[in-house]
C-alpha cells in the first residue's frame, strides 16, 4: 500500500532506530514489513506536502503469532515505556521477557 513515508518507515522500522516504536512492534508481531519503494510527492495531483512510501505487509506464518494474552502484556509494556524516552524503550523492546515477569506490569 502507499502511505506517508514517515508512516511506512515506522512500520518497518528496525529496534534500536529512531523510528522503531510501538507501531513497529505490533506490525511486525503479526507481518513482515517491507519498504518496496520510496514516492516523490512531485508525482501526485495536487502536490502534497509530504513524500510517500510503498509497503508491503506479509502476514506472519500462524505458528510465529504470540498468544493473545502476550499481545495484551506487550500492549501495557509498549505504552508504559513509550512517553519515558527512547533509551527505556529499547530496554523494553529489546529484551526477551517471560510471562511472568511482564505480569508484573499488569
Do not use: M
Amino acid at each position: 500500500s502507499v502511505n506517508q513515508k514517515e508512516f511506512a518507515y515506522r512500520l518497518a522500522a528496525k529496534p534500536n532506530t529512531k523510528s522503531y516504536g510501538r507501531l513497529s512492534v505490533f506490525t511486525q508481531l503479526q507481518s513482515h514489513a517491507e519498504i518496496l519503494l520510496s514516492v516523490d510527492r512531485k508525482l501526485f495531483h495536487p502536490v502534497p506536502k509530504v513524500d510517500s512510501a510503498t509497503v508491503c505487509l506479509r502476514p506472519l506464518e500462524k505458528s510465529t503469532h504470540l498468544e493473545e494474552e502476550l499481545i495484551n502484556i506487550l500492549e501495557k509494556v509498549t505504552l508504559l515505556a513509550s512517553p519515558l524516552g527512547e533509551k527505556l524503550f529499547e530496554i523494553v523492546s529489546g529484551t526477551t521477557w517471560s510471562l511472568k515477569i511482564l505480569s508484573v506490569f499488569l
